[in-house]
């Protein structure tokens, strides 16, 4: 009987995997933002921030392409007449609208005929005109990348490691969202930042996520602090971002755990791959928006004065390197 099981298990797995994809298959379908709903407040930020993106970085090169860019004014153009439209003007709209008028404004394309058709149909946007402008981009020197320079980096990185025991005591939320606030420079796919944190204290609230997290046993009741990481699925357009979703949700995760321990705070990833009737009933507890997808949860605390931790062995550098010589050509 054994054996027969042995032999069947690795199919079961297979089903399982299918199900999940069929089960994001669904989420994608229902949520993400290839539609492209340009009434939907949120839908049309995130179309935004990956258009006018694409200008700020054809206004960053050196040198430019002359006559570059022109496409993608005309499309934030129209994201910002559908706002004018829906009365309802958000972060991304005012910065669409500064963007475009910093790229028509550029001297390599001030006086063509694009920039006339555009400052004659924004003439209607004086809306948009009372915020404190931001510049598209900056003069950033050598020495100021040079800030980020750690005189001993392993001391940081090396000085880290998961803590499944805290202190009984939470961690205020003001540091919380100072880590957040660091994590949100994370990058993103074409800076569209699809990212939201939900933080919860209460004991009661704690225990029912963690009903559905299967990796916090032992030490679930001491977590002080919890965090979930998720990402908003109307962020992603194209067809080939349907997993872009945790990509981004896995960066930002890192970068708030490493901002965490920038502060003196621990934290232990807690996985979040679970099958779609946990996902279901997750929701059904946990007052999450039902486009954004769950990429992990975190636990949370401030570290006791003496702790135990796993020493967690890595892999040799030769197992995880490989440099790539175009030079030598093909092996074998």
Not at 95 to 107: D, K, M, S, V
Not at 243 to 249: A, K, M, T, V
Request: aromatic fraction near 12%.
């Amino acid at each position: 009987m054994n054996i027969i099981w042995k032999s069947i298990r690795p199919y079961g797995r297979v089903l399982k995997a299918l199900e999940g994809f069929m089960y994001d298959l669904k989420r994608f379908y229902k949520y993400a933002g290839w539609r492209i709903n340009m009434s939907d407040k949120d839908v049309r930020n995130y179309y935004s921030v990956k258009v006018y993106h694409s200008l700020e970085k054809s206004l960053s090169y050196k040198n430019r392409n002359i006559g570059s860019g022109w496409t993608d004014a005309f499309l934030i153009l129209e994201a910002i007449e559908y706002a004018l439209k829906s009365k309802e003007i958000a972060f991304h709209d005012y910065l669409a609208y500064e963007r475009l008028i910093q790229f028509i404004n550029h001297p390599d394309n001030a006086n063509t005929e694009n920039a006339k058709k555009i400052r004659s149909r924004l003439k209607e946007t004086k809306y948009f005109q009372n915020r404190e402008t931001t510049p598209a981009t900056f003069n950033y020197k050598e020495s100021d990348y040079q800030k980020g320079i750690l005189s001993k980096p392993e001391d940081f990185f090396f000085s880290r490691f998961s803590l499944r025991e805290f202190k009984d005591e939470i961690v205020d939320e003001d540091i919380i969202k100072h880590a957040v606030k660091l994590a949100i420079k994370s990058p993103s796919v074409c800076n569209r930042q699809p990212w939201h944190i939900y933080h919860i204290t209460d004991k009661i609230t704690k225990e029912k996520a963690l009903k559905y997290q299967a990796g916090n046993r032992g030490f679930g009741d001491k977590i002080p602090n919890l965090i979930i990481v998720t990402t908003d699925l109307r962020a992603f357009i194209a067809g080939q971002e349907h997993y872009q979703h945790w990509i981004d949700g896995g960066m930002f995760s890192m970068s708030f755990i490493w901002a965490l321990h920038s502060l003196g705070i621990a934290s232990c990833c807690l996985n979040w791959s679970q099958s779609p009737s946990n996902d279901k009933a997750f929701r059904k507890l946990i007052n999450i928006h039902p486009a954004h997808t769950i990429s992990m949860m975190i636990a949370v605390g401030k570290p006791d004065t003496e702790n135990i931790v796993c020493s967690s062995k890595r892999r040799p550098l030769q197992e995880v390197y490989t440099f790539i010589d175009s030079n030598k050509g093909e092996e074998g």
